[in-house]
């Protein structure tokens, strides 16, 4: 039975149903793609994927198909770690992390005290968001909690599915961002207020060890043991002056994780930023918490944090997922940021599949953050948040993927060449959201 609700498109579809791992030529089994696809939508979910040919005859004859043939649909982009309040600042000149944050974080991050900045902001940000074709993220608001009550009211009014967390910090910053002691119990009512409601989730976010008090840390640790379903993120082991003060700070811990760990704060839930100097121990002891890394390689070539490592990564079993880091990273985009990725891993002799890096934009990130039941994949009963990417968007674009012969030339032309301009049209919770003018 079909209903008023139901919308169907015809076009080429590509979506990964597990992890190609190093699986590169000519396409790897774990590939789930329609050259001629159709892509059925019901009441905001997936009701069906498959060729046009096969599901055609199962449409009622009077349907509207969505014509796109010559684009390519794939699961929405999904976005590890970004900090909202971060827009305005992208692109702040040259200085590295701890400058950085002092320079031009912290006075930009005051400015959420007001509500209606911190309205306008929040639906900016989703708009960008929404135009480069990412459709979930896990967000840093500011120590503000009506930032975080105002970026959740956006979500929730554009029915997202999105990860957010009001900053704890209590030292080592200007005294309008400290919380103090109402750090924690604002964070237990945003919790109470928005965590599990529609498709919103709450994400602990004790934003670096510096900058929060072991007392604060051991009491975000215990609201994620009261509550397993709670998300956490913060930042580790990023650039070199911030290990330094870390040690200063903690001279009886044993390195930065075990900070963390002390705290209770590595979990299978927990996203831990940039893990560029990490010994293999550290990244062991990480995979063996269930815990991931969230490589941000624009941020980290900007900042000029280092060259994160995956092979090393692999190797010892620690999982990590792709990353904007907006303010410090340079683009919203997934594709800059596979791009990115894939010049770390040039300078690192590690060069990035295509496979490889939309499997992890898609699926692989929607795992790591536990949302693979709901987001990732294009695949019955999963959320219909999808991209429609032209590949034909700019005269370049064109030219290049003119010449390709095979899928994994086309989606590692992508890879290096698209921008939000190769961003069709932006679907979640199974509604056009953006569409490019
Ligand atoms: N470490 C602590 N806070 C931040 C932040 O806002 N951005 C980045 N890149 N690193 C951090
Ligand atoms: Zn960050």
Sequence with gaps: MTSFTDTFIRAELVSFARDPGEDNMPQPSSLEHYGDGLLWIKDGHIQAVGHYADLISELPTDSQVLDYRGKLIMPGFIDTHVHYVQLDIMASYGRQLLDWLNDYTFPEECRFANHAHAEALSNAFLDEMLRAGTTTAQVFGSSHPGSVDAFFTACQKRQLRMLVGKVLMDRNAPDALMDGTSGIADTERLIEDWHGKQRLGYSVTPRFAPTSTKTQMDAAGALLRNDP?????????????????????????????????????????????????????????????????????????????????????QETGMAYTYASDIGAGTDL??????????????????????????????????????????VGQLAPSYEADFVVIDPQATSLLKRRTQHCTTLGERLFALMMLADDRAIYETWAGGRCQHRRD
């Excluded at 002891?285 to 280092?306: K, V, W, Y």
């Excluded at 791009?339 to 692989?364: D, E, I």
Aim: aromatic residues 12%; charged residues 15%; glycine residues 12%.
């Design 333 to 374: 985009s997934g594709f800059g940021t596979l791009k990115s990725a894939y010049q770390v891993g040039q300078l690192r002799g590690q060069p990035l599949t295509a496979w490889q890096g939309f499997y992890g934009l898609t699926h692989g990130n929607a795992k790591a953050l536990s949302l693979d039941n709901h």
């Design 229 to 313: 379903t709670l998300w956490l993120q913060t930042h580790l082991a990023e650039n070199s002056g911030e290990l330094d003060w870390v040690a200063e700070l903690f001279p009886g811990s044993r390195d930065y994780l075990s900070v963390y760990e002390q705290a209770g704060l590595v979990g299978p839930r927990s996203t831990f930023a940039h893990g560029i100097h990490l010994d293999n121990g550290m990244r062991k002891r990480l995979a063996e918490r269930g815990a991931n890394i969230a490589f941000c390689p624009s941020s980290n070539l900007f900042l000029g944090s280092g060259l994160f490592d995956r092979e090393a990564a």
